[in-house]
């Protein structure tokens, strides 16, 4: 029976129905009575002594009373534990929690007493010996399977495991001889479900005496103090589903018992007891025992199992540590590194690895085609996480078409640039014993006019063949495969910035200074974004011809980083070679320059302006300079009169982008601008932002240059970059102004 007994003046507020059985009196004779009135003030002040000790009231059950049960006694276990009904923390000045009930079971005491926590220790001493001694999980299950038996004295007494889905697993087992064996049975999770295994987790021992009791309700239904139903997750003698009590009869079991196997406060397993012969009833110290049994293989599973981890999480990180100082050498493709001994299939065990590491693709293990590399790389891209695995791409991607038997587990790490990792697995076919049907979870009843729902009553073995599955990816593979992405993106990025030193090398040895004539004043910059990558393909280029004009060019080849670099270091020789001593226009030195592009097979586009500084004696002696240019898609100069006047030179329709057709029809412009003037010529990184259209960036550019026009040329462009693009750009920023000298030579 259960009393709901207030604190601290020990009144009754709460009973089982079932109290007349016990002591005589009516249930609702015993609410509202000090507690000492209804169970006696022998066995009321032995359990106001264990309730007002400190510490935790289950460490001392349970408490030892005689009853006096209709003149006879009647020796009974009473076990406590305390209900707060105050926010947590909140304590009397005795130290006990503010506004409690203390929840009082009893049941029949059977069996020599006192059977204390001592005695306890000294029935499982034997067993504590063996379980310290066991070498591998299956010893440590079969003696604590026999352990438990022998202790509680069921008919069977089984471990049970759980998946990572909680289906269970029979994996070890002590029974009597003539019963019929469920070793290696499956349980479907079911069976056990959530709420339940979460009172497992804070109930660690559970027993039905009997799976035919009949349950005692609690009077009245809410406890006063409350208003609402007494709490009784630690309630020892809790009633349970008669869900389940029809499961277990189905099952042809009298009795159950389990105890709880934890690892880190979460279910790992259970104990299972079960007794056939009919009821069976373990006392309190009897299951105390179990539990310590149940405790101490939980700490020895713990133990065991992060020693196992230990030792592998040791042997993966050593691999991990190997590669990543291999990914050092930068001589060394770092696919060729990671494919090695040790490799990618140390780190994470799999049937298959394929990489594509900077444009280096390559496997190791079984080896897995192009096209399904492919396939797999794409489908994990679509995912947007840095760790994309299953265990059954058959069934999360039938549309994909990959066999189970070519990859059925995938783990991929998708990387900057479709780059990738990608582990495989095959399919593993493998069968499972079930106890009955797992798909026939429940049945539908009829009851007169209604339907209610049944367990199932077959508990045969059942065989179920699984197919479309792998090997399942671990907790710790999955986090280590997000700790080497992390490796391999830092290699990555030291090996980019390598060759993005190079290719900058490269870059502004080409961007030389340009010449020193006597009649122009020159000011070059080149700017790279205001990003990681410190290359692209925005150029200048400034030089004279053998008959003294001088050649201005400015592009800006499509894409970013060092193949764009590339391009432009192409692009930039071909067109020196083309105009150095060509009579050819500007026009002329684009038009052979696009044909070239087409004939190299070099698959760029660019935008370039190629202008022309010319003059004849006359012109010189007027002051006067033509600007003869030809524009491949690129943005117009703009000019500053030598009185400061803005001119964008727009009107001068542009021509196709180079390398888009070599057929294409080539203009020249041409303009006469007098001594004084200044020209500017800029890649679009100067008036294009994100932030900003490129009629807005135009009109700033206007206004500026129109504010600094008579700085010298140095100071000018290093002012317009300040005021254009204070931040730094989103975009390379190639520069080019030229003033034509104000003085006269020689004056």
Excluded at 79 to 107: C, D, M, N
Excluded at 534 to 563: M, N, R
Excluded at 692 to 708: C, H, P, S, V, W
Aim: aromatic share 6%; proline share 7%.
């Amino acid at each position: 029976m259960l009393l709901a007994v207030s604190e601290p003046d020990m009144v009754v507020r709460q009973v089982s129905r079932n109290l007349a059985d016990v002591v005589g009196t009516a249930w609702d004779d015993a609410l509202g009575r000090p507690l000492a009135e209804v169970v006696g003030t022998v066995p009321a002040q032995a359990i106001a002594r264990s309730a007002s000790a400190f510490g935790d009231l289950r460490e001392r059950n349970p408490v030892e009373l005689i009853l006096d049960c209709a003149g006879s006694p009647c020796p009974v276990d009473a076990i406590l534990h305390r209900v707060s009904h105050a926010p947590e923390g909140t304590r009397t000045a005795a130290g006990l929690p503010a506004a409690s009930t203390l929840v009082v079971e009893l049941e029949p005491a059977f069996g020599p007493r006192p059977f204390s926590f001592p005695n306890t220790y000294q029935a499982v001493r034997g067993t504590i010996a063996e379980l310290n001694r066991a070498s591998s999980l299956q010893e440590l299950y079969d003696i604590t399977a026999e352990a438990v038996r022998a202790l509680t004295g069921f008919d069977r007494v089984m471990v049970y495991r759980y998946d990572a889905d909680y289906n269970g697993e029979v994996v070890a087992e002590a029974k009597l001889p003539e019963l019929n064996s469920f070793l290696g049975l499956h349980y479907p999770a079911s069976d056990i479900p959530a709420q339940a295994r979460a009172l497992y987790e804070k109930n660690w021992v559970r027993l039905i005496s009997d799976v035919r009791y009949t349950p005692s309700p609690l009077e009245p239904v809410d406890l006063p103090a409350t208003g609402q139903p007494l709490d009784l997750t630690y309630s020892t003698l809790r009633s349970v589903s008669p869900i389940h009590c029809e499961y277990l009869q189905n099952m042809g079991v009298g009795a159950s018992m389990s105890i709880s196997l934890l690892r880190d406060d979460k279910l790992w397993g259970l104990i299972a007891c079960h007794h056939y012969s009919g009821p069976h009833a373990p006392p309190y110290a009897t299951r105390a025992a179990a539990e310590f049994l149940g405790s101490t293989l939980s700490l020895r599973l713990v133990d065991r199992t992060e020693d196992e981890e230990h030792r592998r999480a040791l042997r993966v990180r050593s691999t991990m540590a190997w590669l990543t100082a291999a990914a050092l050498d930068e001589d060394r493709p770092l696919a060729e590194t990671v494919l090695g001994r040790p490799g990618l299939l140390d780190v994470v065990p799999a049937d298959s690895v394929v990489v594509s590491l900077q444009g280096s693709t390559g496997s190791a293990g079984v080896p897995l085609s192009a096209e399904v590399s492919n396939v797999l790389a794409a489908w994990a891209g679509q995912h947007g996480g840095d760790v994309v695995g299953t265990d059954r791409l058959p069934l999360v991607a039938p549309t994909l078409g990959v066999p189970g038997e070519v990859a059925c587990g995938v783990l991929a790490l998708p990387l900057p640039e479709g780059q990738y990792v990608i582990w495989t697995r095959v399919e593993k076919v493998h069968a499972v014993d079930w106890g009955g049907d797992p798909h026939n979870k429940a049945i539908a009843e009829r009851e007169g006019d209604t339907i209610r729902l049944s367990p199932r009553k077959s508990f045969d073995r059942w065989r179920e063949t699984v197919r479309n599955r792998a090997e399942p990816w671990t907790p710790a593979e999955l986090t280590e495969a997000g700790e080497l992405r992390t490796h391999l993106l830092e290699a990555l990025y030291a090996r980019t910035r390598r060759v993005a030193r190079t290719a900058l090398t490269l870059q502004r040895s080409l961007l030389s200074e340009p010449p020193d004539p006597d009649h122009l004043d020159f000011a070059v910059r080149y700017v790279p974004a205001a990003r990681d990558s410190q290359v692209g393909g925005d150029w200048y280029d400034v030089f004279q011809q053998p008959d003294g004009a001088t050649v201005l060019v400015i592009g800006d080849v499509v894409g970013h980083d060092t193949e764009a670099a590339a391009c432009m270091g192409q692009l930039r020789g071909l067109l020196r070679g083309i105009a150095y001593d060509s009579d050819d226009s500007p026009a002329g030195v684009l038009t052979r320059l696009d044909r070239a592009v087409a004939g190299l097979q070099l698959t760029t586009m660019a935008s370039v302006l190629v202008a022309r500084l010319e003059q004849t004696d006359e012109e010189r002696a007027a002051g006067l300079t033509r600007l003869r240019w030809s524009n491949a898609g690129h943005l117009p100069p703009v000019i500053a009169g030598p009185d400061g006047t803005i001119s964008v030179l727009d009107d001068a329709r542009p021509d196709l982008l180079l390398g888009v057709d070599a057929g294409s029809a080539r203009q020249d412009h041409v303009l006469t601008i007098p001594r004084g003037s200044t020209v500017l010529l800029y890649t679009d990184g100067l008036v294009e932002r994100r932030d900003q259209l490129f009629d807005d960036g135009i009109a700033q550019l206007r206004t500026e240059f129109g504010a600094l026009w008579q700085e010298p040329v140095d100071g000018l462009v290093d002012q317009l970059l300040a005021r254009l693009v204070p931040g730094g750009a989103d975009d390379d920023v190639a520069l080019v102004a030229v003033r034509l000298d104000p003085e006269e030579p020689g004056s």
